[in-house]
């Protein structure tokens, strides 16, 4: 599987090897488990996936269509590959470790699918993506974070990610306002994706297992996505979530984040042109305590802060000149 930790160049490579002594099953495609079993390698995050109900049940979930291009993030021995080989247009195996490489290609090779295989061996955070319509992961938990952030971001649009996850860090992806797990991911992954809990996975599935249950959820891009500039969006929701239980005014009135802000405005100030829409010259901190002396935010929290909450916030401190990137 990929592991962003280390660096390696991407390379393509061709679909072909011979087969190996795997359980058949239509049309000569390998869908058994490996007999020759493959020893994971733990630092790159490898926990195999060997229950075929579960794979099948991600696969059947994921909705994948006979015209889909499909990239797999960490095929592993490919036991997810076989079968989305044989339901999908092409699948684009994105793959660190060289043993899964040749494991993958050797299952395909002399099978009527194996020139809808494509391999890219590389590092999945530090590799371009190609076009894809679906993507199907299970990931190295240590890279979760990672390539969500770099999927919502992805061009161009596709039409939805089936990813494995460690069970807290999917929980944080649909937490809600007042929740525990509510945090800058949740918020960030909401107003981009509408995101799915389809099932949860419990560690005796996989090969070794993982100390943690995991969950499978789906991602789906908002198309098209919101009108908002999300590098201003991120920098006002990194700074509320660094300290979401404080109140508002309590994080946005320290020394350092005043410094921050004010350094923001001049710059803004600097690259506006004289015709521009004139900007409150006040000081930073006066305007900051002005907007959340109103009743809709005094003491609020960005803990108990929605999705429309944040954005009136941010609009509210744009109209004033205040920005956060």
């Known amino acids: ?10 390379q393509p490579v061709a679909a072909a090897a011979s ?30 996936l060997k229950n075929p109900a579960v794979i099948s049940a991600i696969i059947q979930k994921s909705g994948v269509k006979g015209t ?16 989305l080989l044989q339901q999908s247009k092409q699948v ?8 899964m490489v040749r494991e993958v ?38 890279i979760s974070s990672q390539v969500v952030f770099k999927l919502l971001s992805h061009r161009p649009m596709f039409r939805c990610a089936v990813l494995m996850f460690q069970e807290e860090f999917a929980l944080r992806l649909t937490a809600r306002p007042g929740e525990a797990l509510y945090c800058r991911l949740s ?14 996975v419990g560690k005796q599935n996989f090969r070794p ?9 789906r991602i789906e891009p908002k198309n098209p996505p919101p009108p908002v500039n999300f590098e201003e969006w991120d920098g006002m929701i990194r700074l509320l979530f660094n300290r979401k239980n404080k109140t508002l005014r309590a994080v946005l009135t320290t020394k350092s984040v005043i410094k921050m802000l004010d350094e923001n405005r001049k710059t803004v100030m600097a690259l506006r042109s004289d015709s521009d829409v004139h900007m409150d010259d006040r000081p930073v901190q006066t305007i900051i305590e002005e907007i959340l002396q109103k009743d809709q935010w005094k003491d609020k929290r960005a803990s108990k802060l929605d999705l429309d909450d944040f954005l009136e916030l941010l609009f509210e401190f744009n109209e004033c000149g205040i920005h956060f990137s």
């Open 68 to 83: 889909d291009v499909v990239l797999e993030i960490g095929p592993g021995t490919g036991n997810m590959t076989l079968p």
């Open 92 to 99: 684009v195996a994105l793959e660190y470790d060289s043993r």
């Open 209 to 217: 297992p993982p100390k943690v249950e995991s969950r499978v959820v």
């Open 187 to 200: 918020v960030n992954t909401q107003l981009l994706a509408k995101v799915d809990q389809l099932l949860k």
């Open 105 to 142: 290609l050797k299952r395909v090779e002399g099978t009527e699918v194996s020139n809808k295989l494509k391999i890219i061996q590389g590092d999945a955070i530090k590799t371009a993506w190609p076009f894809f319509d679906l993507m199907i992961a299970n990931l190295p938990y240590q």
């Open 19 to 48: 087969s190996g002594p795997y359980q058949k099953h239509g049309g000569g495609v390998s869908t058994g488990n490996n007999n020759n079993l493959i020893a994971p390698k733990t630092a790159l995050g490898q926990h195999f």
């Open 1 to 10: 599987m990929p592991k962003s930790a280390r660096t390696k160049r991407s």
